[in-house]
């Protein structure tokens, strides 16, 4: 039995952590549904994908999330949290697609980057004659003498970030799994694939906490510097950035929808089955979250920026949740 009381210690409105990048759909959805239903919106924290899940994972009741915003999917070590303090049945939700990007001012110089490219700029440790090294590199130059002899600097999300993880697995782990150096030195993959992750710590790479609108502020005062976060972010900010095509392939609505962007991701929302029987509106939150009204190919979180879910997605998510296909119009 769900201890979830609401009395006068208790809160009268649902409760959502998590990822910076899906905070801005949920929050639109949030302010949506309260003018619809009458029901008081509910609460919206970005802190960030890994630090909701330690939250959300807490347990169950008044003092936890209802629902986590995730940039990724959840973690192994996070089920494992969940099952540890009784959660329960946990819904996953994906809302849509993002890109993962690599963008810079527009006074800066354009970068055509690989994923190799980008491993090595990054990189803790790279290949130097058939051993692994501290990076070197401190030039684009370095690394390939098609690129601008400019230097390498970052800034990027922090390592409790959502954006982080999909960055390192999506673009930083394909050019560097398959090293013989790293297979050498990590003959056991899922240590060689934690190494492939490793990102530098000389000051090439700064973090710039939860908040991707901060890093686009540090992008505008230093056009040298490349940022690392959601294709949202650069859509909202196209007049004074641009990307840099990764592969050869540039961000864009139709390359992250089909996949041949190669640091595309799906977002997520995950539910407490638990909470969704006790905490009023929770359900028909949910239901406005994965309407046709908000996320159909016209919905209102795609001019937020959002790449919607494809519509089988959508409709499996509804089933799910017992929502089945009536939508919200």
């Not at 936890?64 to 996953?92: F, Q, W």
């Not at 963008?103 to 990189?123: D, E, V, W, Y």
């Not at 050019?175 to 990102?199: N, V, W």
């Amino acid at each position: 039995m769900l201890l979830f009381v609401q009395s006068a210690h208790g809160r009268d409105h649902m409760r959502i952590v998590g990822s910076s990048t899906v905070y801005p759909f949920v929050a639109t959805v949030a302010e949506r549904f309260s003018d619809r239903t009458g029901i008081t919106a509910p609460i919206v924290e970005s802190i960030g994908t890994g630090a909701g899940f330690m939250e959300f994972c807490k347990g169950v009741g008044e003092r936890t999330p209802d629902m986590v915003n995730a940039s990724r999917p959840i973690k192994e070590s996070e089920r494992t949290l969940c099952n540890d303090h009784d959660v329960g049945e946990i819904y996953e939700i994906p809302i849509g697609k993002d890109g993962v990007v690599l963008a810079s001012s527009k006074q800066g110089a354009p970068l055509p980057l690989t994923l190799s490219h980008i491993f090595l700029a990054l990189a803790a440790k790279v290949p130097h004659e058939g051993k692994l090294i501290a990076n070197p590199y401190k030039n684009w130059h370095d690394i390939d003498p098609a690129l601008p002899d400019a230097p390498i600097l970052f800034y990027g999300p922090a390592a409790t970030s959502g954006t982080r993880d999909a960055f390192v697995e999506l673009a930083m782990q394909p050019p560097c799994e398959h090293l013989p150096e790293f297979i050498a030195a990590y003959p056991d993959k899922s240590a060689r694939g934690k190494a492939c992750h490793m990102l530098r710590e000389d000051g090439v790479y700064s973090e710039a906490g939860e908040n991707d609108n901060l890093i686009i502020q540090k992008l505008v005062l230093n056009p040298k510097t490349v940022g690392i976060f959601g294709f949202s972010y650069l859509e909202q900010n196209a007049h004074s950035l641009m990307a840099h095509p990764v592969n050869g392939v540039e961000p864009s609505y139709d390359s992250i929808f089909t996949g041949s962007y190669p640091i595309a991701r799906t977002l997520f929302v995950y539910a407490k089955e638990r909470h969704m029987r006790e905490v009023k509106g929770m359900r028909e939150f949910l239901d406005e979250l994965t309407s046709d009204t908000a996320l159909a190919d016209d919905g209102y979180l795609v001019w937020k920026g959002l790449i919607p879910p494809k519509a089988v997605d959508r409709i499996n998510a509804r089933t799910l949740l017992g929502l089945g296909n009536k939508q919200i119009k």
